[in-house]
């Protein structure tokens, strides 16, 4: 009996010696990435920097790995902000020499665990902090560590502006390489339907400058295929004209709910005017249901009618006039929501109804009250009114996502944010369970998406990627084994080909 426990006991120690979270194995993999750390500093211009965790006087390291959702940060061995897009070459070439895991982070807003955060080297993309507008083209050119506050201030004396996001805090990046949906989206279409061309640096070191002359290829895999084919260090977008524009926040409490629904399914069947959005937000905080409403007409004054049913509804608070553009996109107190651990998923509808607002809103009642009994600070639903056009002002198949453009199917977002890891679980559970309610009622009412594809900047983790590629995913597998064969990039988080 002596014999055979000393025998468990020591095939215990020696099991747990080689499981991956043992700590000669932490060890033995902190020091192997310390030293892809040193190679990296040693390797890039001075124009790049490398910065390390436990160094009270740089805070840059910290700043490197924060996201805009605690979950989705990681304790990285080390942080590294290249200046050049050469110095990203030398880097990915280190990187996949060694096979050392790695992140790309833009703007770090992020929700997805692991997309844009690691163990391994951190990389920060703040350098990259460039706006350059040519206006003889109607082109900007921005960098990709920008967030879209920044690109919008930058352009606003030559009252032009381009095709971005629609609340503060947002990066650049990350939402153009997954599509990007703005309050211009009615008028002009995605993001990526308003590129040019792309600065990247492939997984072997090459700078490309990738546009449709030079690589179709690519310039189709980039617009949606986020970081499979290398790193993206600028962006050339199409510009156009910026007057003042009209809208703002408007909160609403829980008994005039029912009006908010009556009036986004009006707004949605019969507002056709390309420069007239809404974003009604259904909340659960502190216990009880509420809205926030953003309108937007992108012009001095709307029209008369457009948005007089949302108007008349009684508020709590309004802050609705005519504005700058980028006033206006910072009326809206999206940054107040983070800070915390966060999950998106999505929904994609054809068109809203009585039937499917009714469930957003009880969606919302029921996951907000169950949910604050496990740890949930903010239970959130978005909906999105475009009109079924969106999708018309790219050819069909000029991107890697959307797959067909043949339906305008309308985006709508699920967002929980908690305090505790150990609520990760039952928070994910819940926003695939409330995406897969909201689906059925949209079936049942007769919209085609039950297998319908899904924003991949929403869609939570484990989305399966024909969800969101569709019968692109074929054509982009074999576009990433040309580009990096060595798989340099499935070495970084995020949807991987």
Same mark, same amino acid.
């Given at each position: !009996? ?14 747990? +010696?080689?499981?991956?979270? +043992?700590?000669? %194995? ?18 890039? %211009? ?8 436990? /160094? ?50 833009? *703007? ?16 920060? !993309? ?38 971005? *996001?629609?609340? %503060? ?12 949906? %703005? ?79 009556? =009036? ?115 239970? +959130? ?24 453009? /043949? ?11 908690? *305090? ?14 409330? =995406? ?52 340099? !990039?499935?070495?970084? *988080?995020?949807?991987?080909?």
């Amino acid at each position: !009996m002596r014999q055979s426990l000393a025998t468990a006991t020591c095939l215990a120690v020696l099991l747990a +010696s080689s499981l991956p979270g +043992s700590a000669e %194995s932490v060890e033995a993999r902190d020091s192997q990435f310390s030293s892809v750390c040193k190679e990296i500093s040693q390797a890039i %211009s001075s124009a790049s920097s490398v910065h390390y965790p436990g /160094n009270r006087f740089d805070a840059t390291f910290t700043k490197d790995v924060g996201h805009w959702a605690t979950s989705s940060s990681a304790k990285s061995a080390c942080s590294v902000e290249p200046g050049t897009a050469e110095d990203v070459g030398k880097i990915l070439q280190i990187l996949g020499k060694n096979k050392t895991p790695f992140a790309v982070k833009g *703007g770090g807003h992020a929700s997805n665990p692991g997309f844009s955060s690691t163990e391994g080297v951190q990389i920060a !993309m703040y350098k990259f902090n460039e706006v350059k507008y040519h206006a003889d083209q109607n082109l900007a050119e921005v960098g990709s560590g920008l967030v879209w506050d920044d690109v919008y201030e930058a352009l606003a004396p030559y009252a032009v502006n381009v095709v971005g *996001g629609r609340v %503060s805090g947002v990066g650049v990046a990350g939402f153009t390489l997954g599509g990007g949906y %703005s309050w211009k989206t009615n008028q002009h279409g995605l993001t990526i339907d308003n590129l040019s061309g792309f600065e990247l640096v492939l997984p072997n070191g090459t700078v490309a400058a990738v546009r449709q002359d030079t690589y179709p290829d690519l310039f189709f895999g980039l617009k949606g295929g986020f970081n499979n084919f290398g790193v993206v260090t600028k962006f050339n977008l199409t510009t156009h004209a910026q007057t003042e524009v009209w809208g703002g926040l408007i909160t609403i409490t829980a008994d005039q709910l029912d009006k908010v629904n009556a =009036a986004t399914v009006k707004f949605s069947q019969t507002v056709t005017d390309p420069k007239a959005q809404v974003l009604p937000t259904y909340n659960y905080v502190l216990g009880q249901p509420g809205l926030s409403l953003l309108l937007f007409y992108d012009y001095p004054t709307p029209p008369d009618g457009i948005f007089d049913d949302y108007l008349a509804i009684p508020h709590f608070t309004k802050d609705v006039k005519t504005r700058p553009f980028l006033d206006l996109v910072q009326s809206f107190p999206a940054n107040a929501a983070g800070n915390q651990r966060a999950i998106f998923h999505t929904v994609s509808v054809l068109n809203y109804t009585e039937k499917l607002m009714d469930a957003v809103l009880n969606e919302t009642k029921f996951w907000g009250k169950h949910l604050s009994l496990k740890g949930g600070n903010f239970i +959130s639903y978005d909906v999105e009114p475009f009109l079924p056009t969106l999708l018309s002002h790219g050819p069909e198949g000029s991107s890697a996502y959307p797959p067909a453009r /043949n339906a305008g199917l309308l985006p709508l977002n699920i967002f929980y944010g908690w *305090g505790l890891e150990a609520s990760d679980k039952v928070m994910q559970d819940a926003a695939r369970q409330s =995406a897969a309610r909201l689906t059925q009622v949209a079936v049942e009412e007769g919209q085609d998406v039950a297998d319908a594809v899904l924003y991949g900047n929403y869609a939570i983790f484990d989305t399966p990627l024909e969800r969101i590629y569709g019968d692109n995913l074929p054509k982009l597998k074999a576009l990433k084994a040309q580009y990096d064969p060595e798989n340099v !990039m499935g070495l970084a *988080g995020g949807w991987k080909l």
